[in-house]
C-alpha cells in the first residue's frame, strides 16, 4: 500500500512553468508504475502523464505532448511533473496516482492524492 500526495502546484501566468512532485507519506512508489491526472472546474478527471516503474517508459495527452515531462527518482521516492509553457486551459487540480500498469485509464491506478491546484492566467 502506498500513499501518494502531491505538492508544487501555484499561480503561474501563461508561459510560466512549475514542477509538481508526489511523494509517498508511507510505502515505496517505486513498485508501482505513476500516473498524473487532472480535473478542470466542471470536467471530468483526465489523463495527463504515465511512467513507468523504472522510469524508463513514458507516455503522453495529445494537450500536453512537448510541454510536460514526467521523471521519477526512486532514491527519493518522489515522481514529478515539469510543466513548462503552461496555458490557461491547463487550470486544473493535478492528482498523482499510483497502480500496476502504465495505464491512460483512472481504474487502473489503485492509490490516488488529494490533489494540487494550478491555475495558469492569461
Known amino acids: 500500500q502506498v500513499q501518494p500526495v502531491e505538492s508544487g502546484g501555484g499561480l503561474v501566468q501563461a508561459g510560466g512553468s512549475l514542477r509538481l512532485s508526489c511523494a509517498a507519506s508511507e510505502g515505496t512508489l517505486s513498485n508501482y508504475y505513476m500516473g498524473w491526472f487532472r480535473q478542470a472546474p466542471g470536467k471530468e478527471r483526465e489523463f495527463v502523464s504515465t511512467?513507468?516503474?523504472?522510469?524508463?517508459?513514458?507516455y503522453y495527452s495529445d494537450s500536453v505532448k512537448g510541454r510536460f515531462t514526467i521523471s521519477r527518482d526512486n532514491a527519493k521516492n518522489t515522481v514529478y511533473l515539469q510543466m513548462n509553457n503552461l496555458k490557461p486551459e491547463d487550470t486544473a487540480v493535478y492528482y498523482c496516482?499510483?497502480?500496476?500498469?502504465?495505464?491512460?485509464?483512472?481504474?487502473?491506478?489503485?492509490?490516488w492524492g488529494q490533489g494540487t491546484q494550478v491555475t495558469v492566467s492569461s
Open positions: 511512467i513507468s516503474r523504472g522510469g524508463y517508459s513514458t
Open positions: 496516482a499510483a497502480g500496476g500498469s502504465a495505464s491512460v485509464r483512472e481504474y487502473h491506478y489503485d492509490y
